[in-house]
């Protein structure tokens, strides 16, 4: 089988002729700088994990354009269902530095008040689901959602984003075959990056990487170049028209590379080469789009050092207020799970409580 990728900016931020595909310049100015804005925040909350300030830390570091691109094609109204290198979805949908920073704090501000690990983001208003530390347990849940929303004749699709590793996970078979079966409208979006933490595709599976799996359950595949913002704007856009017009379920592998670390605490070193990365850095995502908008005279070097100041002000201003703000209370701690309290849990808290003397 010859699989082609769908690809139209290349390393020099040249536009193919090929590419019909229409994206406002607004749209690509804001696509831009939300990868920017991720990018550096990834990188400051990395930081301050090494400076003890928080306990974990991940990075989307040269796969911004997967998530920010697909978001960008999408509505408010479509359900997500992120992994962990989401965090453009989270921006893109109107998400402020600030929130993040309470999240990744754990502070009585955060959305999950300090009941999940950093990284591990989400919101109701913005219809994302929390990050779950399993591997793969979302494809189900987005699967079993976007079926719900085809029973109520909704015009939205359901996302499920997962890294290469996840698709060895049996949530993956299971959550495919329900939605094929069910024609349901889900994207299920898995950004190949090469590596499931330190395993690379090659020990993982024998097919030709993860576009052969959608074939083999009855879906549509594609698979684009994940650093190409207009590539993948295209792909989810034309993925959420067919799923609403019932072709069922699609599945996209993004090609992409993941530049840093699996996280905080991971040595990529011992497990490849630096001739590798360094193979990577030119299809940088965020830099392939700088360099169009650069060509179609969209952005200069004066709005760029314009964007990383207001960045990095947000992200200083956003780390004192975090670092200044209590945490959640100790009774939030057994909250939102039952519909009344059980006994036993009120006992348990009752001795923590007497530890750490919370009242009330």
Excluded at 61 to 69: Q, S
Excluded at 312 to 325: F, G, H, L, N
Aim: hydrophobic fraction near 40%; aromatic fraction near 10%.
């Amino acid at each position: 089988m010859q699989i082609s990728t769908i690809s139209y900016l290349n390393e020099k931020g040249i536009l193919s002729k090929e590419c019909k595909h229409q994206i406002a310049d607004d749209v690509l100015i804001r696509g831009y700088e939300t990868m920017v804005q991720t990018r550096s925040v990834d990188d400051r909350m990395i930081t301050l994990q090494r400076q003890g300030s928080i306990s974990f830390a991940l990075s989307s570091l040269g796969e911004e354009a997967c998530a920010v691109a697909s978001a960008a094609a999408l509505d408010l109204a479509d359900w997500m269902y992120p992994q962990y290198r989401e965090l453009g979805v989270m921006f893109w949908r109107g998400f402020t530095i600030q929130q993040y920073l309470h999240h990744m704090f754990g502070n009585k501000e955060d959305l999950i008040m300090g009941r999940q690990m950093p990284n591990h983001f989400g919101s109701k208003a913005l219809n994302v689901v929390p990050v779950s530390s399993p591997i793969g347990t979302k494809i189900p849940h987005a699967a079993g959602c976007a079926y719900a929303m085809k029973i109520q004749k909704e015009e939205a699709v359901a996302v499920a984003y997962f890294g290469d590793g996840a698709t060895s996970e049996g949530d993956f078979h299971v959550g495919l075959n329900f939605a094929a079966v069910r024609k349901a409208p889900a994207i299920f979006f898995c950004r190949n990056n090469g590596y499931a933490i330190s395993t690379p595709c090659t020990s993982q599976f024998a097919s030709d990487g993860i576009y052969p799996k959608g074939i083999g359950y009855g879906i549509q595949a594609f698979r684009v170049d994940g650093n190409d913002f207009f590539a993948v704007h295209e792909t989810v856009a034309k993925a959420k028209q067919l799923c609403l017009e019932g072709h069922g379920p699609i599945l996209i592998e993004a090609m992409t590379y993941r530049m840093g670390a699996h996280s905080t605490s991971d040595d990529p070193s011992r497990y490849r080469s630096e001739e590798e990365v360094k193979s990577w850095e030119n299809k940088c995502p965020v830099r392939r789009l700088r360099l169009y908008l650069e060509s179609k005279k969209l952005w200069n070097a004066e709005k760029e050092e314009a964007l990383l100041a207001k960045i990095k002000k947000e992200i200083d201003e956003a780390i004192q207020v975090a670092k200044k703000t209590e945490h959640p209370p100790l009774h939030s701690m057994i909250e939102d799970v039952y519909f009344e309290i059980p006994q036993r849990l009120k006992e348990e808290f009752q001795a923590v409580n007497q530890l750490f003397g919370e009242k009330g």
